[in-house]
C-alpha cells in the first residue's frame, strides 16, 4: 500500500533542494517534521547526502515520503549520465536500501 505523506516540492524545500515558493505548509509538512523530530525518520537531506557516497552524480528527479508495508520509505528517482532513470527506495529511519529499479531509457 502507497500513502504519501507528504508533497515532493515539500520535501525538496525542507531539504533545501529547491528554493523558496509559495507552497502551503499542510498535515504532509507538520508530519514529516513530527516525525523528524521523534527520531522516526532520516532527513531527506542526510539521505540523499548518504546516496551521493555510494552512487556520485545523476540528477534528482523526485523525492517522495511514502508509507509501505508498516514502514516508512523514501522514494528517490534520478536520472543518471547515461540518460537512464533509476528509483532507489530506502528505509526512511535507516536509511538502508531496500528496492532499485531502472526505469527507462530517455532519448538523448
Do not use: C
Not at 77 to 93: I, P, S
Amino acid at each position: 500500500m502507497h500513502r504519501p505523506v507528504g508533497l515532493i516540492a515539500t520535501l525538496l524545500l525542507a531539504a533545501g533542494l529547491l528554493a523558496a515558493g509559495p507552497l502551503t505548509a499542510g498535515r504532509g509538512h507538520d508530519e514529516i517534521r513530527r516525525l523528524r523530530g521523534a527520531g522516526q525518520i532520516l532527513s531527506l537531506e542526510t539521505l540523499i547526502a548518504n546516496h551521493r557516497i555510494r552512487h556520485p552524480g545523476g540528477q534528482l528527479l523526485e523525492a517522495e515520503l511514502e508509507f509501505e508495508h508498516g514502514h516508512y520509505v523514501y522514494d528517490l528517482k534520478f536520472l543518471d549520465d547515461d540518460g537512464v532513470v533509476r528509483e532507489f527506495e530506502y528505509d526512511a529511519r535507516t536509511g538502508a536500501l531496500w528496492h532499485f529499479e531502472r526505469e527507462e531509457h530517455l532519448e538523448k
